[in-house]
């Protein structure tokens, strides 16, 4: 840890991750004017000093009046973030390279409302919003999503500016959520291996040799010996011929199988590739991994399962 993470994380309190509900304290609140706060208290110094050399009356008031309102936005800027509550909301898988969408939770608990509250990440765009009394929001924080396995959004800014914009009170939180980022999918893949695993029974361009059972609309990843060319007579449907009498020859994307000039990362972006496609085509399919193996199947959570699969391989716990 740097110096400067060092004295962040003792000046903020943050010791990493907060798991569950999060409520910002008043030693969690901190204050500093703006711009145009210092330029209003560098305006009412001469205002003050003429006010005294010309024993001006009606110049006490209005240095006074204005110091008194300074004063007064100072206290509700503190108010309107003491006692907020974040709770860790949803965070959806994506594939590297895109935006991951980071939900909170704004709770605001007691009955006064708190208006113009502003939350962000450290590397992402500004959510605004108004909070009712005993009301509670959810946003949704952006953040990109560079590399595969599991990403935290990091520290949560906080801030308001309100009543007057003189003040600004914020305060960091780190809640305890996460997001799988899988392995982003090569742009021009090879075709699908249809039945490429090593001793996968049938044939390895087809589904069985022996029996005809009828004509299927035809999928890319099938031979062209399969297709039913009488079929495009009169400007019909292409179809394929579909054989039975053996196990039906399957994409198994297999990790011993794939060329050895290739590297991790773009092994995985391939087998995540070969992955989308299938899903596409609704094929089933295997996946073979060093320590992991999923027989084929077509349904949803197969397909997520692997996809997670390949962003966890090799990667770091998040």
């Avoid at 994506?94 to 113009?116: C, E, H, K, M, T």
């Avoid at 589904?207 to 890319?220: A, C, H, I, K, N």
């Avoid at 089933?284 to 692997?306: T, V």
Wanted: charged residues 20%; contains cysteine; aromatic residues 8%.
């Amino acid at each position: 840890m740097t110096l400067r993470a060092a004295f962040d994380a003792w000046l903020f309190r943050l010791t990493g991750p907060e798991p569950g509900r999060i409520v910002l304290g008043q030693r969690r609140v901190f204050l500093l004017p703006t711009r145009a706060g210092m330029a209003f208290g560098l305006a009412l110094a001469p205002m003050l000093l003429a006010s005294v050399n010309y024993n001006l009356s009606l110049g006490y008031l209005i240095t006074f009046l204005l110091g008194g309102l300074g004063i007064v936005a100072i206290l509700h800027g503190f108010r309107n973030l003491v006692g907020l509550a974040i709770l860790p909301g949803k965070a959806e898988p994506v594939f590297a390279g895109s935006q991951a969408a980071f939900g909170l939770i704004l709770a605001n608990d007691r009955d006064q409302p708190r208006p113009a509250l502003d939350a962000r990440l450290q590397e992402g765009s500004a959510v605004v919003l108004d909070l009712g009394g005993n009301e509670q929001k959810s946003v949704c924080l952006m953040r990109h999503a560079p590399h595969r396995g599991w990403l935290r959004p990091g520290r949560v800014r906080l801030e308001t500016r309100y009543p007057l914009g003189l003040i600004r009170a914020w305060s960091y939180v780190e809640p305890d959520m996460r997001c799988l980022v899988y392995p982003r999918p090569e742009t021009d893949p090879p075709p699908l291996p249809l039945g490429g695993r090593e001793g996968a029974a049938g044939a390895r361009s087809g589904e069985g040799v022996e029996d005809f059972l009828g004509l299927r609309p035809y999928r890319p990843p099938d031979s062209p010996r399969r297709i039913a060319w009488k079929s495009l007579s009169g400007g019909g449907e292409l179809l394929a011929k579909q054989f039975s009498g053996t196990e039906d020859a399957v994409p198994w994307l297999d990790w011993r199988m794939l060329p050895p000039g290739l590297d991790q990362e773009a092994k995985l972006s391939r087998l995540a590739a070969w992955l989308v496609q299938a899903r596409r085509l609704g094929l089933p399919c295997g996946l073979s991994l060093p320590g992991f193996e999923r027989p084929p199947a077509a349904d949803d959570g197969h397909f997520l399962a692997c996809l997670r699969a390949l962003a966890e391989y090799g990667a770091p716990e998040g």
